[in-house]
């Protein structure tokens, strides 16, 4: 019975491979992420070494690096001495230091070395996205020569559309030929001749992602070399795995915008305990700060009392701050993220925004004015012989509560960034409750001021 089943487990292995036969590499990763992480390591083991790295190396391929784990060590060493070294830097980072040393002491040295020099650069730097495997000539060769080396390399490099010049003797960077320039030229010229008339655009190895990508954007690169002080090529971030770390980062953004912790796998990789910590964290925080609006609610108790009506507009007033908090930190986040704002900028935002929340409490005032008079002229519900002062107090509550929502969702980015935190940490569910507190404080003020000797 055991060798039917084990028999069968071999046939299904051999049919998915089969099947990926006639897949593009998208495909085949969308294929392999529907199977259980044992099965689709089998599927690798079945693949020619050169469909399974062309696999491996997709970032979308959600559990590459326990798939190479399941691999036999033969295997694994020889798909990763074949794969592009800033993708295996990746993957070894999500690996336990057993497995990873298990694997890096298979490869050569100069692969394991150039790995381990890429492992050393913080998350999210430049270095960490860099490929070594790039496309570098002496500056003094002719442009057959370089045609002839990019033959002899390409299959081992990870891009071939921009090939850098050192100096001969120094290795120093000195310029930048794009593919397009060098077909272009004759062969028994000097690569010189074709090279581009601007210095190159270089960045530190510790530059942060999105400096690296508002560069890339700004200069319309394809790929960008990360030197050292003394500016030789430390290796270049191509624009694909920019554009991959950018896509991962926003999605971590988008997580901590929704009030609760990033999450490092797909929503259905998610175990179920590690889904409520994730999120039970944030929300038990949301929770105690919501309290102090039970405490704000206690504390009007006596006018709340006296004006019962007032309680009708509470849902009203706090989702009009909160929402408008919420529109202002979104905006500031995104404008913080892309450099459009810098943090000295704080006060000319404060500025922008301070008549911003006015003229849209105005608004909103306005709405809350009219809604009461129609409800109250058509007999639809009566608010009392006070009805007008009512119907002010709702309208100048409206307008302090949104424009404080507007200034402090506004301002909180910056604050966050000017205590080195994560602007995207002040999450619309946070803005709320921020926002939920006070409008509660600027409700029952401005109402024992303008209902004063009337209902309260």
Same mark, same amino acid.
């Given at each position: 019975?055991?060798?039917?089943? &084990?028999?069968? !487990? ?70 990763? !001495? ?26 050569? &040295? ?15 730097? &430049? ?11 002496p500056s003094d060769w002719s442009i057959g020569q370089t045609l002839q080396h990019i033959r002899e390399v390409e ?9 850098? =010049? ?51 954007? %700004? ?39 929704? !009030? ?60 009009? !701050? ?8 979104? =905006? ?6 892309? %450099? ?77 960034? %000017? ?8 999450? &619309? ?28």
């Open positions: 019975m055991t060798g039917n089943i &084990a028999s069968r !487990g071999r046939v299904d292995l051999v049919d998915h491979a089969a099947a990926l036969a006639s897949f593009n590499t998208a495909d085949a990763v969308e294929y392999l992420n529907a199977l259980d992480i044992d099965e689709a390591a089998g599927v690798l083991a079945r693949l020619p070494a050169a469909r399974a790295v062309s696999i491996l190396e997709q970032p979308e391929l959600h559990a590459a690096a326990p798939m190479l784990v399941q691999l036999p060590l033969d295997r694994a060493a020889v798909l990763l !001495g074949l794969m592009a070294e800033d993708r295996v830097a990746d993957l070894f980072h999500e690996l336990d230091e057993a497995d990873r040393d298990r694997l890096i002491w298979r490869l050569s &040295a100069e692969t394991r070395h150039s790995i381990q020099r890429l492992m050393r650069y913080p998350d999210g730097s &430049a270095g960490s996205l860099m490929t070594t495997e790039f496309v570098a000539v299959r081992s490099r990870e891009t071939v559309y921009a090939i850098y =010049l050192l100096d001969p003797v120094t290795r120093v960077l000195q310029q930048m030929v794009t593919m397009r320039r060098l077909i272009t030229g004759d062969a028994d010229a000097p690569i010189l001749d074709v090279a581009q008339v601007n210095p190159p655009v270089t960045v530190d190895a510790l530059l942060d992602q999105e400096e690296v990508a508002r560069l890339i954007r %700004r200069h319309n690169l394809l790929a960008i070399p990360v030197v050292d002080a003394d500016r030789h090529v430390l290796g270049i971030v191509t624009v694909d795995d920019i554009l991959d770390a950018l896509i991962e980062e926003s999605t971590e953004d988008a997580h901590k915008f929704g !009030g609760m912790e990033a999450l490092e796998r797909p929503y259905m990789q998610i175990g179920f305990l590690e889904m409520i910590r994730k999120r039970a964290g944030w929300l038990s925080v949301l929770f105690l700060g919501e309290m102090l609006t039970a405490s704000a609610m206690q504390h009007f108790e006596h006018e709340l009392a006296r004006a019962v009506v007032l309680m009708l507009f509470i849902p009203l007033i706090m989702s009009s !701050g909160g929402n408008s908090g919420s529109q202002a930190t979104s =905006l500031l986040i995104r404008s913080l993220a892309l %450099r459009e704002l810098k943090l000295g900028d704080w006060w000319k935002v404060a500025l922008r925004e301070l008549p911003t929340g006015l003229l849209l409490g105005s608004i909103l005032g306005v709405l809350a004015i009219t809604r009461i008079t129609i409800w109250q002229q058509a007999g639809l519900y009566d608010y009392g012989p006070h009805w007008m002062l009512l119907a002010l107090t709702i309208a100048a509550a409206l307008v302090g509560i949104v424009t404080f929502g507007s200034l402090s969702g506004s301002m909180l980015p910056f604050i966050l960034q %000017r205590l080195r935190f994560d602007p995207a940490s002040a999450s &619309a569910p946070f803005v709320a409750t921020l926002v939920d507190v006070t409008g509660l404080v600027i409700y029952f003020s401005i109402a024992a001021v303008i209902l004063r000797g009337t209902l309260l």
